[in-house]
């Protein structure tokens, strides 16, 4: 009996090569498309932070010039917190995302006395946590996005009734 060297591989090793090729290829794949979704998430963070602190200013803002007429009024004589109104509710978009939200306004009090914190010591300068709640891709700041997972911020500010 004369043995042949073997100049080619069989079927079976060739479907092998191409299975693990195919098998690396979409490791690859998934791995670029995670990446991609965290960096995509980051940026979109990143907008939502600078875009709630811009609301922030610019409500607290119109509050204290009292424009329109009466703001001052509506934000400092009333408090507004989930699951009642809010402050403010509306949509503005930044870096090619619409990011909609929610202002709620409340007056700091003493957790001991639970009097408003400064009311008699500089004379009724009244101080307001303003918060605003951010979210993006989904209908309400609650829900959930797969391979995303909570797409919201949170923005928080103290402010005082008075500029000096």
Known sequence: MVFKSRNAFSLAEVLL?????????????????????GSRKSVDLAA???????VITLLVDRAQKDVPAGEHARLWDNDYAVPG???????????RTEF?????????????????????????NRIKMVEVELY?????????????????????????????
Request: aromatic share 10%; proline share 4%.
């Open 48 to 54: 939502a932070q600078f875009t709630a602190d811009q």
């Open 85 to 95: 109104p809010a402050y403010q509710e509306g949509s503005v978009m930044a870096n």
């Open 17 to 37: 090569a191409i299975g693990t090729m195919v098998l690396v290829i979409l490791s690859i794949l998934a791995l670029v498309i995670a990446l991609n979704r």
């Open 136 to 164: 993006w891709w989904n209908p309400t700041p609650t829900s959930t996005r797969a391979g995303y997972g909570k797409l919201s911020t949170r923005a928080v500010r103290l402010v005082h009734e008075k500029t000096f």
């Open 100 to 124: 909609f939200y929610r202002v709620d306004a409340t007056t700091a009090r003493d957790a001991v006395t639970g009097n408003p914190i400064n009311s008699t010591n500089l004379g009724f």
